[in-house]
Structure formats: structure tokens, C-alpha cells
């Protein structure tokens, strides 16, 4: 995917201050069936195209206002992931900052997970 350069800059040096997990991670803690809330951040029409299995939509415009209905614990194991990695870890950064301590951005997003030929 093709970023404007201030775009990647942004998320690079957000990157920087986010936990970030490897899809091989997330489909690991997915057949181990662990307790964590998988949210997908992007706009509804990529979800409704494809998403990882038990994924919860709820679209980087909205997370912010609506996670806490969703995810009271702010220690809660909560995963995140875009088409790449980018939007993610700019909502992850934006949860840090509301007091989730237990957030992660995948990297590669959902197009890594269908690179990689997960179902």
C-alpha cells in the first residue's frame, strides 16, 4: 500500500511506542483459544469483505468512544489489527493513552494474515 510520506512517518514513530505482535502470535493465541478481545479497526465495508475469525468490529473512527462499553477492564488482553498495521497502531497508541495497558497492533494486518494463507 501506497502511504503519503507524513503518514508513514506518523506511524512509524507511533509504532515505536505500541506493542506489536506477529500474526504467527495471534493465530497461535486463536487455537489456543486465550482469553483476549481481537478487535479489526478497519471501515466496515473491508470487514464485511473478510475479517480473522471472532474478530469484533469496531472501526478506528469509533473505538475510541465505544471500547469502553465493550472493554470495561482496562487490563484486558485486547489485539488490534488494520489491512497492514497502520491504523492499528495508531488506535493502540490512542487506547494506551485512555489507560488500556494491555493493547497490541499485528503486524502485516489482515492482508499478512491472508498472505500467509490463514483461515
Known sequence: MNHSSRFTALTDA???SVKEITI???KAKLEAL???YL???RET???DQGSLPCAIHLSKGIIERDIE???PDCQAEI???CGGGSRSALAAENLQKMGYTNVS???GGYRGWVTANYH
Do not use: A, G, P
Open 45 to 47: 465495508h473491508e470487514f
Open 69 to 71: 462499553k465493550l472493554v
Open 24 to 26: 504467527e502470535r495471534v
Open 34 to 36: 486465550d482469553n483476549f
Open 105 to 107: 497492533s499485528m503486524i
Open 79 to 81: 489485539v488490534l489489527y
Open 39 to 41: 478487535i479489526d479497526v
Open 14 to 16: 507511533t509504532k515505536k
